[in-house]
């Protein structure tokens, strides 16, 4: 019988250790590849969302609030501002473009951002279907918004105050719907857009005051002399306050960080786990088959074939586990993605791969192998004479 033959045999006639110590290695493996899964996407859907922009300009509050509310949209934004003191920023000579938002409503969780064409150059996005607003209470939609709710040019939508569906209805301030967007993979998927005239027409209840404030600029500098010079002239020279999208992010991550390494720790711990359990498997495993073994070194098996078998028995199990562990993970996060994109959220996918997950099961099955060492040594060691007389 061959090496193979006789690893699978022997795992076979031990079922219930086998699966158990597969299923924790596989538990382990399939926590920390969802976990490279989704850090990879969501880093790289924050930079896509977050590199056109070089700063966010808005009222005066935290600055993390400031970006996830304008660029990300997935917070309550920390007010408004003066559209002079705007303007006056937007004239800069320091400033390449500056593109205004005007938030509080949202169509069924998607935000309705009133703003003009160049949020869209920002974003490379363009029109698949009917054509951009050009009136007050016209909209264009995101591929996402328009996929989830089955709509299209001349539909009629109604939005609500703030982000939560529950919100205040404006059901008397319909918006038409123009146009389409057609996919980019970045927020603006997931948006409504309108002229910044048409929220304030939705707002100002007979107050025309509400037609000269803004929530946020979204700039691009004209010359990288702005980057040093022109967040401090806003924080200390206006009423306003500036915040960079690259350092908040920074910041934003960071504070994920903490509890990404909670998971990782987890998911080491049921890796190690797996690791020992296979060690006691496999020393216990070997105590028993001892006259197996010994019959074997007298009919002619090598000494390191004995060790190749117990080391064949655990790697074995290592990479099985490990494929079982990624076969999990990938299927969870393309089902956690299934349920984010049909409630509105971020996507997700399954299908992408991630360098790490080569070396998080090269390192699963390296050092689970340095575990099955032991009792590989312990084959390699065996007097088989000295076995047979103990009976």
Not at 7 to 29: F, T
Not at 289 to 297: E, Q, V
Not at 334 to 353: D, K, R
């Amino acid at each position: 019988m061959t090496l193979p033959r006789l690893v699978l045999a022997y795992l076979v006639a031990r079922p219930v250790a086998s699966v158990l110590n597969m299923i924790l290695i596989a538990l382990g493996v399939a926590t920390l590849s969802a976990l490279l899964l989704v850090t990879d996407q969501g880093r790289e859907r924050v930079k896509r969302d977050a590199s056109p922009v070089d700063l966010v300009v808005g009222a005066k509050g935290s600055p993390l609030q400031l970006i996830l509310s304008s660029l990300f949209h997935a917070d309550v934004p920390t007010g408004n501002v003066s559209l002079a003191e705007a303007e006056k920023v937007a004239a800069h000579p320091m400033v390449a473009s500056a593109t205004p938002l005007a938030l509080g409503d949202s169509y069924r969780g998607h935000r309705i951002v009133g703003t003009d064409p160049s949020l869209l150059a920002l974003y490379g996005a363009s029109v698949a279907q009917g054509r951009l607003f050009e009136d007050e209470m016209e909209a264009v939609v995101g591929s996402a918004v328009a996929r989830r709710h089955g709509l299209s040019p001349g539909a009629r939508i109604s939005g609500v105050h703030g982000l939560a569906e529950g919100g205040t209805a404006h059901e008397d301030h319909p918006y038409q719907v123009t146009g389409i967007l057609a996919p980019t993979g970045t927020v603006i998927d997931r948006l409504v857009l309108t002229s910044v005239d048409s929220v304030w027409h939705v707002h100002e209840h007979g107050n025309a005051a509400a037609r000269r404030e803004i929530t946020a600029l979204l700039i691009r500098y004209a010359t990288p002399l702005a980057a040093a010079m022109l967040p401090r002239a806003i924080n200390t020279g206006t009423p306003m306050q500036a915040a960079s999208p690259a350092y908040e992010t920074a910041r934003l991550f960071e504070l994920l960080g903490v509890g990404t390494s909670v998971i990782e720790g987890f998911a080491v711990v049921l890796v190690l786990g797996g690791g020992l359990s296979l060690l006691a498997g496999l020393h216990a495993a070997l105590q028993q088959r001892r006259r197996d073994l010994a019959l074997m070194r007298l009919l002619g098996a090598r000494p390191g074939g004995l060790a190749g078998l117990a080391l064949g028995e655990g790697v074995t199990l290592l990479l099985a586990g490990s494929i079982l562990g990624l076969a999990l993970g990938h299927a969870t996060v393309e089902a956690l993605g299934a349920w984010s994109l049909a409630s509105g959220g971020w996507p997700l996918t399954g299908m992408a791969w991630v360098a790490g997950e080569v070396v998080l099961v090269g390192c699963v099955v390296g050092l689970g192998g340095i575990s099955c060492l032991l009792p590989a040594w312990q084959a390699y060691r065996s007097n088989p004479t000295a076995i047979l007389d103990s009976r």
